[in-house]
């Protein structure tokens, strides 16, 4: 059975732990299987000057950069209904909200979303599909993630890079 490493905070103050975890099998309808190019530090993210990604992702928490591996049944397009195919270089929002709270739908502010689910914070990689956090070689969306195709004309250092400034 293939494996994949991932990077796992176990206890708070200490460092990240390498762990293994299964390869995941075909994504669910919605899903999509990323393998990870780059994952960017908690700085702020998207400071570079590619304007038309840089409101996407200051909009949406974008951080992590990598190529489709898999999709799952009837994804076939990015959040901006740009087709999305096997190999794209895409970004995804850090989390998922409800779209349909007074912070959704209202503010237009879906990071402050009540019940919004965070990669890398609200799963842990102990809990089956395991790969829900960026530094991993691979990470599954669940279905509803904003996915972002990323045009060949924007490195994906530029996504998270903070020296880009």
Known sequence: MTRVRAAVLEAFNEPLAIRSYPHPDDPAAGEALIHVDIAGSAEPMCTCGWAS?????????????????KLGAGLDRDWLGEPLREGDRVTWASSISCGECFYCRVKGQPTRCLTRKAYGISYRASDAPHLRGGYAEKILLRAGTAIFRIPDAVPSEALSEPAAR
């Open 53 to 69: 990604l840089l409101s996407l992702c200051e909009h949406h928490g974008a951080r992590i950069a990598g190529r489709i591996e």
